[in-house]
């Protein structure tokens, strides 16, 4: 029921930060997780963007505790690439990628802002396309990792 769906990961952060930024009215974030159940990976994403907002807007009211603990995953788990990498590996999509032999596939995963595309769910037709609003810019509201 959303107005507009966007689908973020660590390879858009900051292109979905911003265009998140530029947009009026109430922001949800949702996690995917799998099977019905909070993912790891996903709380880390979701606490970057919330920061990111928070950046972006100091007078941002993140609603309730959700985002905070977040935000604090983020900070904890993300400030460093080692740490964000260790992560990774633990959260559950880590460990399946792993089980599958798939290990470099989380390296891939946590590399940062490798685009500006911002993908969004059209519903008609049903797919995924380009934000059409979605502008490159070098404003950086969500610091990558830094080295360990």
């Known amino acids: ?16 930060v911003r265009w998140l930024a ?14 019905g159940k909070v993912t790891l990976e996903d709380v880390l ?54 089980e599958e032999g798939l290990e470099a596939d989380i390296v891939t995963a946590a590399r940062w802002d490798v685009t500006d595309l911002v993908p969004e769910l059209s519903r008609n037709p049903w797919q995924i396309q380009p934000a059409r609003d979605a502008v490159p810019s070098a404003k950086c509201f969500v610091e990558p990792p830094r080295p360990s």
């Open 22 to 35: 530029g947009e009026s009215g109430p922001v949800h974030i949702v996690c995917a997780g799998t099977d």
């Open 1 to 16: 029921e959303a107005r507009r769906v966007v689908a973020a990961a660590f390879a858009n952060i900051n292109a979905v």
């Open 45 to 98: 994403c979701a606490g970057f963007i919330a920061q990111g907002l928070a950046r972006a807007d100091a007078a941002l009211d993140l609603g309730d505790d959700s985002a905070a603990l977040a935000i604090n995953l983020s900070e904890t788990r993300g400030s460093h690439y080692d740490p964000l990498l260790s992560a990774l590996r633990a959260s559950r999509g880590g460990r399946n990628l792993i």
